[in-house]
């Protein structure tokens, strides 16, 4: 992505957003952009509608568990087909209540993508429609992909796995 | 006021509109996979559609975070497994773009080569499957001759045929035998006769085009919304391939044509699906044409298996060996997106690596998942058969649904 680009969302951002940004960096070749928790969905329409930038296709939408900070990260990506530039947005959301508004309202495609995360790391989307789990049986009482919840049963004595891995 | 209803009359009520309950799935012969969708019915028109996803969900995300590097591309094939190289050769440019590895010419030009038959046998299945659903079964016969073909082609290659677990981390484990080369021209050659007369039976077809046009549109705005990728955005009208968007393993040497439809409909998707697959041949034959010389793969032996008679008489090779196996090669930590045009839409690997010998977190962006969401509104309003038909010709696999 080149140089010019990327002030330019950032500036587009800033213009209306002061103090949102908490960083910016790019990984390999992808723009990151960190922001504050609170108005990620202003920002995110904002950059839906203005012209400069004009982001209006959400590639995907995840999160991740940080267990040593005690966060869940949320991760957008948002793409622009015509000038072809792609960003990521993330926020950083407290594992005691992750809470964030909903993106169906801009985007139809965000339903599914936020029922997945809800069912796996438990984060609730304000305003959400149809917030239920999706993938995984509707009784279970875990949040599955939370680093808590380990894939092996952890106190197993049959198996020695000190020579192998994590 | 209230009318007091004569007394012959006690037994009538006034009628409700009243619908029918159908339960289509999980198992039913016409949806091609374990598909649930709890119809609302008036009459046989589709008012509303509940669709229950996740009944083979395997948990792929987590299993991967237990998992080497390596290990994780035998669970790509189980996503999308009508194109599997496809998802194994997009797991393996996530790691070397993480690990920042340069992949040598003649070792992207073979992955296209595979990459093309991979996507030829997808979209065959597909169109074939949507000729079933409207009746015509004799081109799927055809068809699935010629994917047998493709087959023996990974067979020479890896062994393997559905599940195709293909190439390593940096390329191939071995030179391609003069048998595949063999068995690749018998297929140029051959291939392009069927897929002709499969056309002949259908693209102008009065029962087929009757049937399939009209029939599960979707308008590009609304498909933009849904985030559609693929076949299913181009059969709508917007260009977007990922090829030709962000090239990866020199897509940007070879000329290709993208072919958009105009109404996102059956015949539209039907049509892309059948022009993509000439553009694909023609691939395969410019990348034959072009094959550089080279080795098969690259320098990173940190990565690489070597081979066994290495092994046995190298003491590097053993300790490489070694350490692959045991896990203890240095992985740089990062974060990367890699994305692929599938076999039916932008497939993204999200790495997360935080330099153990396991992702820390891996998201796949699985086209099928987000696109699917768009069916109960795009057989709104439409027939039950329409529906089996739109939801063939969308091309939505079980396995990359419910990851």
């Keep these: 992505m080149e140089l010019e680009d990327q002030e330019k969302i950032i500036e587009t951002i800033q213009a209306k957003f002061e103090g949102e940004i908490l960083r910016t960096e790019m990984l390999y070749d992808f723009l990151t952009i960190t922001l504050k928790q609170e108005k990620i969905i202003e920002v995110i329409t904002h950059l839906y509608h203005h012209p400069d930038t004009k982001f209006q296709y959400l590639t995907t939408l995840f999160a991740v568990h940080y267990p040593d900070q005690n966060q869940i990260g949320m991760v957008y990506q948002l793409h622009n087909l015509v000038t072809n530039l792609r960003i990521r947005l993330k926020i950083y959301l407290p594992i005691e209540n992750p809470t964030v508004p909903t993106l169906t309202g801009l985007f139809a495609a965000a339903n599914w993508m936020e029922r997945e995360t809800y069912d796996f790391f438990g984060v609730l989307f304000e305003g959400h429609p149809n917030l239920k789990r999706i993938l995984n049986v509707e009784d279970m009482i875990i949040f599955p992909l939370r680093k808590e919840y380990p894939l092996e049963d952890q106190v197993r004595e049959d198996k020695n796995d000190l020579m192998f891995g994590r | ?403």
């Design chain 2, 1 to 403: 006021m209230e009318v007091k209803q004569p007394a012959t009359d006690q037994f009538y009520q006034p009628r409700e509109k009243q619908y029918t309950y159908l339960n289509l799935g999980p198992t039913h012969p016409a949806t091609h996979g374990i598909f649930q969708n709890v119809l609302k019915m008036d009459g046989e028109i589709i008012v509303e559609a509940t669709p229950t996803i996740g009944y083979i969900h395997r948990a792929f995300e987590k299993l991967a975070e237990r998992r080497p590097f390596y290990q994780i591309t035998p669970i790509t094939d189980r996503m999308n497994y009508c194109s599997a190289p496809i998802n194994n050769f997009g797991w393996h440019m996530t790691v070397e773009k993480l690990l920042g590895v340069e992949i040598p010419k003649r070792v992207q030009y073979l992955r296209v080569i595979i990459m093309e038959l991979a996507r030829i046998t997808d979209h065959l299945v597909c169109n074939a499957v949507i000729g079933v659903d409207t009746g015509a079964l004799t081109g799927f016969v055809y068809m699935f001759q010629q994917r047998e073909l493709v087959y023996e082609i990974y067979e020479e290659i890896c062994g393997a045929r559905l599940t195709s677990n293909i190439g390593r981390i940096g390329g191939f484990e071995r030179e391609w035998s003069p048998k595949t080369w063999e068995k690749i021209h018998r297929f140029l050659k051959e291939f392009p006769l069927v897929l002709k007369e499969f056309e002949d039976l259908l693209n102008r077809n009065r029962i087929f085009m009757d049937r399939t046009i009209g029939c599960g549109g979707i308008t590009a705005e609304r498909a933009l919304n849904y985030s559609f990728s693929g076949v299913n955005l181009r059969a709508a009208g917007v260009d977007y391939d990922v090829r030709v968007a962000k090239p990866y393993s020199s897509y940007e040497d070879f000329e290709f044509v993208i072919p958009v439809g105009k109404n996102g409909d059956v015949y539209d998707r039907f049509m892309v699906r059948q022009e993509e697959m000439w553009q694909s041949l023609s691939i395969i034959r410019q990348a034959i044409e072009k094959m550089p010389e080279g080795p098969f793969h690259a320098k990173v032996p940190d990565f690489y298996l070597p081979p066994k008679e290495e092994v046995y008489n190298n003491m590097e090779a053993l300790i490489y060996h070694f350490k692959i196996v045991m896990g203890e090669t240095d992985i740089p930590k990062g974060e990367v997106y890699h994305c692929v045009e599938g076999g039916n839409g932008e497939l993204g690997f999200y790495l997360i690596s935080d330099g153990g010998r396991t992702p820390f977190r891996l998201h796949m962006r699985r086209p099928c998942f987000i696109y699917y969401q768009a069916y109960p509104e795009m057989i709104k309003g439409s027939m039950l058969s329409d529906a089996i038909l739109t939801m063939s010709s969308m091309n939505v696999i079980a396995g990359e649904l419910d990851a």
